[in-house]
């Protein structure tokens, strides 16, 4: 584990909150909806606030949602934060997208000693997601297929081995998103997007919607209904269990905060 100053770990972690509460505006304007995803719905329930250690934000969207956002963010977004996807950012290597702040920058592990070229501003991660039917065969094809769209993917922290291939990478996504049944049913599974890579995670919809708030750092923000279940679905060990400091996971080789 990176050896980054707590002092330093906690003022990004503050300008990521910002970051945060002006999405959440974003989205109220916008009748938009979102939730928080992985360690920082983990951080919510464990915490309730940033996992101590962490250091960036994880948010999902319904997949109209997060096309609608796409299209609104560049003309409502501040200048204190960078709208970053494979068309802001010509030398960005991920589907999905990202906020970067213009106040605090990270050199992440996999691009250590490498000259990335894109915006390294500190970042708030958003998911579409996706619904699927609920059988054995979409299950099975999710997680086979998101071990190919993995393997040719840029490297990054959840495709260490990946070889970037976009346009292959491509066609694997659209094969999976094609899936997508829509939100009028509840019999159905709500599924991460091809775009986001990381692990097949399957959950039920009457777990995630309505969707209802939660504390983090003293602000409330959307989560799924039943945190609970998402997060047994998403972690393999007791998550309500501090792991080992050895075990501490955390992206950042480097943090520096920018005097803006």
Not at 99 to 107: E, P
Not at 161 to 174: F, S
Not at 179 to 201: C, N, R, T
């Amino acid at each position: 584990m990176a050896k980054i100053d707590p002092k330093t770990l906690r003022k990004a972690q503050l300008i990521m909150l910002d970051m945060l509460v002006e999405f959440d505006a974003i989205c109220t304007k916008h009748n938009l909806q979102y939730w928080l995803d992985s360690g920082t719905l983990l951080g919510a329930v464990r915490h309730q606030g940033f996992i101590p250690w962490d250091d960036d934000i994880d948010l999902s969207m319904p997949v109209e949602d997060y096309e609608k956002f796409r299209k609104i963010a560049q003309s409502e977004l501040s200048d204190s934060i960078f709208f970053q996807t494979v068309e802001t950012d010509a030398a960005f290597k991920f589907d999905y997208i990202k906020l970067r702040s213009n106040r605090a920058s990270i050199v992440e592990f996999h691009e250590k000693d490498r000259e990335v070229g894109y915006h390294q501003g500190v970042f708030v991660d958003i998911f579409p997601m996706l619904t699927v039917e609920n059988t054995p065969f979409h299950q099975q094809f999710y997680t086979d297929i998101f071990k190919l769209i993995r393997s040719v993917s840029s490297v990054s922290l959840h495709t260490p081995e990946g070889k970037d291939n976009p346009l292959i990478r491509a066609k694997l996504v659209e094969s999976w998103d094609v899936m997508h049944q829509g939100w009028q049913k509840e019999d159905i599974k709500i599924v991460y997007s091809g775009k986001m890579p990381d692990v097949a995670v399957w959950f039920d919809y009457k777990k995630v919607f309505p969707l209802k708030k939660m504390e983090f750092e003293g602000l409330v923000f959307p989560v799924p209904n039943d945190p609970w279940h998402y997060l047994e679905n998403t972690y393999s060990f007791n998550y309500m269990e501090l792991p080992p400091v050895d075990k501490r996971a955390i992206h950042a080789h480097e943090i520096k905060i920018e005097n803006v």
